[in-house]
């Protein structure tokens, strides 16, 4: 059974900082594609970062100087780091694996940003 779990989520003021985590296991993590992916309240889940198995990054011209992603390939594991953090970054944050169609998302860790 594939399974990504997240974590690190939480409360956090405007300015702060928070590292998200996500531990695949039941996947060949290296050859996958990673992603960040958040759905606020009312609005459709959006890419936020991912990163290819060559290391390529993509990240949403919102969180673009705020956001880095980065794995672990010998830990099985994605982070998010977050920066500099705003109230319109409060949303349900899931972890999204995907190797050419095999995708498994992960279950969702609530952040939140306080103004």
């Known amino acids: 059974q594939v399974q990504l779990v997240e974590s690190g989520g939480g409360l956090v003021q405007a300015g702060g900082s928070l590292r998200l985590s996500c531990a695949a296991s039941?996947?060949?993590?290296?050859?996958?594609?990673m992603g960040w992916y958040r759905q606020a309240p009312g609005k459709q889940r959006e890419l936020v970062a991912s990163m290819t198995v060559a290391g390529i990054t993509t990240y949403a011209d919102s969180v673009k100087g705020r956001f880095t992603i980065s794995r672990d390939n010998a830990k099985n594991t994605v982070y998010l780091q977050m920066n500099s953090m705003k109230p319109e970054d409060t949303a349900v944050y899931y972890c999204r694996s995907n190797n050419y169609g095999a995708v498994h998302w992960g279950q969702g860790t609530q952040v939140t940003v306080s103004s």
């Open positions: 039941g996947t060949i993590f290296r050859l996958s594609t």
